[in-house]
């Protein structure tokens, strides 16, 4: 079976602008949680979604957002990019909600570069 | 503040020696803890939850409510063991809080 797979897997982007990332989880999960991982801060929770609805948000702002689709491939977007935005987002997908009652498979990440 | 602290951002481990990664926690309540590991050029991985109360490649970890600690042993070392261990908990909100991570290097 076809592990979460996430695209792009690099991109650099300048200070102002917005991005899109793309992850497509394992077949039949439903759930997709949405990850940023720096240096400094480590891994920290974005957002999880399920059944195209917003389940759960980590504390980040506004500029972050995301959607799920009815395939349960989900998106997420930044605006006005910062330089702080620079980081890896990793997607990760379980069969159900609940970051604990399932286990979590995550993406290989996509690398984010803003300059 | 709920926080996961693993104190060591290194650790180097001959092989056939012990490990302990350590894992200390700050959280009202009964929390929900787990071990990620992340293999060279692999992807982030669970390897236990407390909950599970399991042995995974020969990696045990024990919660200490008093201690406010979740130390991930294991008795012997392999080479293959070497890669980055993350300690997460579960809050009540279902939302995941990770460690910065510890490097475990297995010294030949």
């Known amino acids: 079976k076809a592990g979460v797979t996430q695209t792009p897997r690099y991109l650099i982007k300048t200070r102002g602008q917005q991005v899109t990332l793309s992850c497509s989880p394992i077949s039949g999960h439903r759930s997709v949680s949405w990850y940023q991982q720096t240096p400094g801060q480590g891994l920290q929770f974005l957002f999880e979604?399920?059944?195209?609805?917003?389940?759960n948000k980590g504390n980040f702002p506004g500029r972050f957002s995301g959607r799920q689709f009815s395939n349960s491939r989900s998106e997420m977007n930044v605006s006005t990019l910062e330089l702080g935005d620079s980081a890896l987002y990793l997607c990760a997908s379980s069969l159900s909600p609940g970051q604990g009652s399932y286990e979590q498979y995550f993406g290989p990440g996509t690398r984010l570069t803003v300059t | 503040a709920q926080r996961v602290t693993q104190p060591e951002k290194l650790l180097s481990v001959f092989k056939g020696a012990p490990v302990e990664l350590k894992c200390n926690y700050s959280y009202s309540g009964s929390p929900e803890l787990f071990w990620y590991v992340q293999y060279s050029r692999q992807r982030l991985q669970l390897l236990l939850r407390h909950i599970s109360r399991e042995s995974i490649k020969g990696f045990t970890a024990d919660l200490n409510k008093g201690e406010t600690s979740f130390h991930l042993k294991k008795p012997f070392a392999q080479e293959e063991d070497s890669a980055m261990y993350y300690c997460?908990?579960?809050?009540?909100?279902?939302?995941?809080?990770f460690g910065k991570g510890t490097r475990l290097h297995i010294l030949p």
């Open positions: 979604y399920f059944s195209e609805t917003q389940r």
């Open positions: 997460a908990l579960l809050n009540r909100d279902d939302k995941i809080i």
